[in-house]
């Protein structure tokens, strides 16, 4: 898709789509009574952006709002969990981290339908493409380097200390994803066996590098999950934390890493790209950076990046495995399920190579 249509596809909002329409009205009267300040009358618009979670613009005279809410109809137990990501937006912001400011929860499913949350507005714009080809080739770097600095931060935070302590289990992040996504790629016999994702579900859980460590990860971090400010290479808000848990930094940062790796399909791809022509970082680079951010060795990073990164496009490659299952059933909802789900098995290789990398036979 390019970055055109990416733009036009997913930018801005749009009339409230019939399947995820309310009561205006409920939802003006519970922010009047739990929104400090809130003042109407209340329009509301839904962004076209293609969260699992469907996101409203709320707009009044004074100020805008966001509200994200559980979609209608019947829901997996552990989707869509508003609460966590209001909660872990709540302590972030409140620690300094640009995440938008929170102004209620509500789960009380008789307002809009289903548990919602309530949050700040932040105006600024949002790249679709990984290789940022709307900004200035001179300044590209420096949005580079903000999107680093900005996950390291995310990852400076000692849990407890905001409050997050019990946001997810602490330790063997690595073999309890990987468990579960192997669970998961199994047991949809629907979407059908993939040779490479077969090797993978064998080959990563013996292979995992040692050494534990704990911090609030995103888990879907890239540069379409945030907002930049309007002409400077500044972070103003880090969104969709519906994936965000506890678990190792370096899973969380590998998967940002993987935009290196990846062939120009969807958001992010800078395989074959000129980076030195257009003003982008090297891997190394990038990664020397986080790692200074941190105090980290750069050194025992690269060590493991093979297998982290083949964890991680394992991961991808069984999420959309778990797509061309309900395109398979008849549940898909998105329009671009099916062409999503034919890249399965180039992903699958794709994570067989790194872990070739890595040492795989």
Known sequence: MSDTSRQEQFSGTSDVREAHRFDAAALE?????????????????????????PTYKLL???????????????????????????????????AGFPAPETFGLCTDDNIVGTWFYIMDCVDG?????????????PARRDYFHAMCDTMAQLHSFD???????????????????IGRWSKQYLEDEAAGRVPAMDRLVEWLPA?????????????DYRCDNMI????????????DWELSTLGHPLADFSYHLMMYRMPPTGTVGL?????GAMNIPTEMDYIDRYCANLGR???????????????????LAAIVHGIRGRVVRGTASNAHAKAMSATVEPLADLAWQQAQKAGAR
């Open 60 to 94: 009044t005279p004074r100020r805008n709002y966001v509200m994200r809410r559980k979609p209608p109809g019947t829901l997996l137990k552990s989707a869509h969990a508003v609460d966590r990501e209001y909660r872990v937006i709540t302590a972030l912001h409140a």
């Open 125 to 137: 714009r949002i790249i679709w493409d990984g290789t940022f080809p709307d900004v200035a080739t």
């Open 159 to 177: 849990p407890a200390a905001i409050g997050l302590a019990d946001f997810g289990k602490p330790g063997n992040y690595f073999a309890r994803q």
């Open 29 to 53: 009267a519970w922010m009047q009574a739990n929104v400090r300040d809130f003042a109407g009358p209340l329009t509301v618009q839904q962004f076209k952006g293609g969260q699992s979670n």
């Open 297 to 315: 060795d750069p050194a025992q990073v690269v060590a493991n990046m093979d297998f982290y990164i083949a964890y991680n496009m394992f991961r």
């Open 207 to 219: 292979n995992i590098p040692a050494g534990e460590e704990t911090a609030v990860v995103h888990g």
């Open 271 to 275: 395989i074959n790209c000129d980076l």
């Open 228 to 239: 930049f400010h309007a002409t400077e290479p500044k972070v103003l808000a880090v969104l």
